[in-house]
């Protein structure tokens, strides 16, 4: 059993944004594992710690899975201060980036 004892608000600010970016990784890889049939081989997947990112990419991929069922995706990251989404599926592709780059607040 662990105590947790927050010292002072500097303290609890760290620690909430540990947390936020704990739970942001543990979101990256159960969003990799639950899509890993539609990763194309040598991909990593998503490569973007945010809840938000994984929460939306989830349900845009629920949607894709019925309309195609062959799509698959390599990568999904930022690259040079902005989001690079690398799928089969060239008409979704622009519009998944420019909202995950909405939900990051990137450019």
Not at 18 to 23: G, M, N, Q, V
Request: proline residues 1%.
């Amino acid at each position: 059993m662990y105590k947790l004892t927050v010292v002072d608000s500097c303290g609890s600010s760290l620690l909430l944004l540990l947390l936020k970016l704990y739970f942001s990784i543990i979101n990256a890889n159960s969003f990799n594992e639950k899509w890993k049939n539609n990763l194309i081989d040598g991909g990593y997947g998503l490569d973007i710690a945010n809840r938000e990112v994984s929460e939306y990419l989830n349900h845009e991929f629920e949607k894709e899975k019925i309309e195609n069922p062959n799509f698959k995706y390599f990568q999904i990251k930022i690259k040079f201060g902005s989001c690079r989404v690398y799928t089969n599926n060239y008409r979704k592709k622009e519009e998944w980036e420019k909202e995950i780059e909405r939900i990051m607040k990137l450019g």
